[in-house]
């Protein structure tokens, strides 16, 4: 399973990012995406199911967005009114069915300037 990650970048405050994370292959459960801020550890940010079921770290509640397209085995975070806290690498993180295992993708910076 090989994940690759886009969207990262250099935003103001207020602003808005659009990350995803395309899986290679097929048969993927719950897709997802955590961050670590330098010098911090790796933490969830959020999750989403097959179904669509959703699951977010309260600091991003109302403000990030995850959703997923199963044909194309790509998962997204609509990041809206970045904050500087925001600022981390970002990671996705999906479960392949077959072998049960979790993989991470090779992570993209995110940058919020004050």
């Known amino acids: 399973v090989q994940l690759q990650a886009f969207g990262g970048g250099l935003v103001q405050a207020g602003g808005s990012l659009r990350l995803s994370c395309a899986a290679s292959g097929s048969n993927f459960g719950v897709m997802g995406w955590y961050r670590q801020a330098p010098g911090k550890q790796r933490n969830f940010v959020a999750s989403?199911?097959?179904?669509?079921?959703?699951n977010y770290v309260d600091s991003v509640k109302g403000r990030f967005t995850i959703s997923r397209d199963n044909a194309k085995n790509t998962v997204y975070l609509q990041m809206n009114s970045l904050k500087p806290e925001d600022t981390a690498v970002y990671y996705c993180?999906?479960?392949?069915?077959?072998?049960?295992?979790?993989?991470w993708g090779q992570g993209t910076q995110v940058t919020v300037s004050s």
């Open positions: 993180n999906v479960r392949w069915i077959v072998d049960g295992h979790y993989y």
């Open positions: 989403i199911t097959t179904s669509g079921s959703t």
